[in-house]
Nanobody, 127 residues
């Protein structure tokens, strides 16, 4: 069973940066596509960014493209989300998610396509 643990959330001001991390255990991390989602109060969980097993392809929601960057270090079993130029509308609980894909280039923007989820980390951006 894969276990994902997020860290790095906090309270920041608009324009600041944060880096989230998600550490994985219990599986072969390099065989997993990984993604970040977020959920604001009263809203559905939404896609933020995804990265394939090798890190060679990355995908972003339009709302964060150019401000956020997803990356992974397979040697450390960790995926990151660098968030720059944060806005109040980025306030949410951020979740990392994973799905075993082997060496395929599969990835997805749908919450329904990921098998494993972390517990979430709160990011609050004040104006």
């Amino acid at each position: 069973q894969v276990r994902l643990v997020e860290a790095g959330g906090g309270l920041v001001r608009a324009g600041d940066s944060l880096r989230l991390s998600c550490s994985a255990s219990g599986g072969t991390f390099s065989s997993y596509a990984m993604a970040w989602f977020r959920q604001a109060p009263g809203k559905e969980r939404e896609f933020v960014a995804a990265i394939i097993w090798s890190g060679s392809s990355r995908y972003y929601a339009d709302s964060v493209n150019g401000r956020f960057a997803i990356s992974r270090d397979n040697a450390k079993n960790t995926v990151y989300l660098q968030m720059n130029s944060l806005r109040p509308e980025d306030t949410a609980v951020y979740y990392c998610a994973g799905r075993r894909t082997g060496s395929s280039v599969w990835t997805s923007t749908s919450v329904y396509d990921y098998n494993y989820w972390g517990q979430g980390t709160q990011v609050t951006v004040s104006s």
